[in-house]
């Protein structure tokens, strides 16, 4: 299969019909509105949380919710909820722009419903999937896939206090919510103890919104993630990604700031973030009859790759990566979810990891408090940390290492950095690259995020150059 053949069996699904877009964030869908258009659907309506920043999408209508919250996780959802249980508005406006009730909804967003807005989601995900991203059952799942984790113990939230002192490392413990109120992301609900005085501030929070938590050691390292795509006929596995979470040096907590895939682990651990997924995608379809996209976050420590959650869904690595190939990732997951496109894993690993490794990309995407006016600069990186370079939207844009957005978002504002790729080095972790646009955010817009710090790249390095050669067999299996 050619990506072309592919788009084009896609476009047959998505051609002459009436479609609806879910999305938090309506700048989100700007590319798949127009991707929409190129397969000649009949027309698009967009269901968005917030504008967002950035071009909006060219549908045919456009519904905001309005939804917000005080983070990013409970706006996101606010945003569920208002399509989950649509208002008497939605419903109207959903109505008036497909009268006859033939319309489908997009799959893929958070939702677990295989039935949105009275209409049908076309690449539903099962219940029994999302379940799986509840991170106090999820250590089950490593060691029944024999892949090698931090020891962690489960204990109700008054019991943390007690059992953290024995699961600590020499950096403290990290606690984690379970899901009582639902799934939870960007570490929101996640406190990194680190003294005595942590302690009381970890309980207060997790007392009114979990039941049990998981206690494990902090491990000292790079965040990242293992993606995968599971399918008929096996499980296609892409490169390690670099997760830019950087660490709160003001109290305990992180921050998380999305995505790059310049990073480069070692070769050995490489290949055992690769077989992790390999292994744990094949438990996946045993266990649930899973399909379809996941990813394993974890920390590239000096003992190896140690896995902290799963996502079973799409996520901002698989994205990455498959824009790196030209491929539509989104729109053949739910095709094939809907059981009207098949999937060759080792067509699909191939494809993606040759062009990832080809093209780098990354985004850093840090949520603040207060309202910001959209605003656009030039940044340059050097050794004193980031400058800004002004950018007039003219045909001789002076070169820059990366863009810099800040406007608004439904729970506040938002800064969005992203990096050029033809001017980010491969190999060395990109975080240290988002800390100094962050620390020129403070100087230029005065933006109130904490105080925060990178983490070290502990792995030893046999050679100077941190390449990965990608290996077919243990891509697909």
């Not at 950096?171 to 996640?190: F, I, K, Q, R």
């Not at 296609?236 to 998380?256: C, H, K, N, Q, W």
């Not at 901002?316 to 009207?340: I, K, N, T, W």
Request: proline content about 6%.
């Amino acid at each position: 299969m050619e990506i072309e053949e592919l788009a084009a069996a896609i476009a047959e699904r998505y051609a002459g019909r009436r479609w609806i877009v879910p999305a938090d964030v309506a700048a989100g869908a700007t590319a798949l509105v127009a991707y929409l258009r190129e397969c000649g659907v009949d027309a698009v309506m967009v269901v968005a949380g917030t504008e967002g920043i950035g071009e909006l999408p060219a549908a045919d209508v456009t519904f905001v919710t309005a939804s917000r919250g005080d983070t990013m996780m409970t706006a996101i959802r606010a945003f569920l909820t208002a399509v989950e249980d649509p208002s008497d508005e939605l419903r109207a406006a959903v109505d008036a722009f497909d009268p006859s009730g033939a319309a489908m909804v997009l799959g893929g967003g958070f939702s677990r419903r295989d039935r949105l807005l009275g209409r049908p989601v076309y690449g539903a995900r099962l219940a029994a999937w999302g379940a799986l991203e509840d991170k106090t059952i999820i250590d089950e799942l490593w060691d029944a896939a024999g892949v090698p984790r931090a020891p962690s113990r489960v204990v109700p939230v008054a019991e943390a206090a007690a059992v953290a002192p024995a699961m600590a490392s020499d950096l403290g413990s990290v606690w984690v919510a379970d899901n009582t109120e639902g799934w939870h992301g960007g570490g929101e609900y996640l406190r990194w103890v680190r003294e005595p005085a942590d302690v009381d501030e970890a309980t207060t929070f997790f007392a009114r919104r979990a039941r049990r938590v998981r206690v494990m050691p902090f491990l000292d390292g790079i965040p990242c993630s293992i993606h995968g795509f599971v399918a008929d006929d096996g499980v296609a596995v892409f490169r390690p990604v670099e997760m830019l979470i950087l660490r709160r040096t003001d109290r305990s907590g992180l921050l998380y700031g999305r995505a790059a895939t310049f990073w480069e682990p070692t070769a050995d651990v490489a290949a055992e973030m690769r077989e992790a997924a390999r292994r744990v995608g094949t438990e996946l379809r045993r266990r649930v009859a899973y399909r379809g996209s996941f990813g394993i976050d974890g920390i590239a420590t000096i003992d190896g790759f140690r896995p902290t959650e799963l996502n079973p869904r799409a996520s901002v690595g698989h994205f990455l990566q498959a824009q790196a190939a030209g491929l539509p990732y989104g729109s053949m997951e739910r095709c094939f979810l809907a059981g009207d496109l098949d999937v060759d894993v080792r067509w699909l690993a191939e494809t993606v990891t040759a062009a990832a490794a080809e093209h780098r990309s990354g985004v850093s995407f840090v949520p603040i408090e207060g309202r910001y006016d959209e605003t656009t600069v030039g940044v340059r990186f050097s050794d004193e940390g980031a400058a800004a370079v002004e950018l007039g939207g003219g045909g001789d844009e002076p070169a820059v290492d990366a863009t810099m957005r800040i406007g608004p978002s439904a729970f506040g504002s938002v800064l969005m950095v992203r990096f050029d790729p033809d001017r980010t080095p491969v190999g060395p972790s990109t975080a240290p690259r988002a800390l100094a646009a962050i620390d020129l955010a403070r100087e230029l817009w005065n933006v109130d995020i904490p105080p925060v710090a990178a983490s070290p790249d502990v792995l030893a390095r046999n050679d100077p150059s941190g390449q990965v050669e990608v290996d077919g067999d243990a891509l697909a299996g």
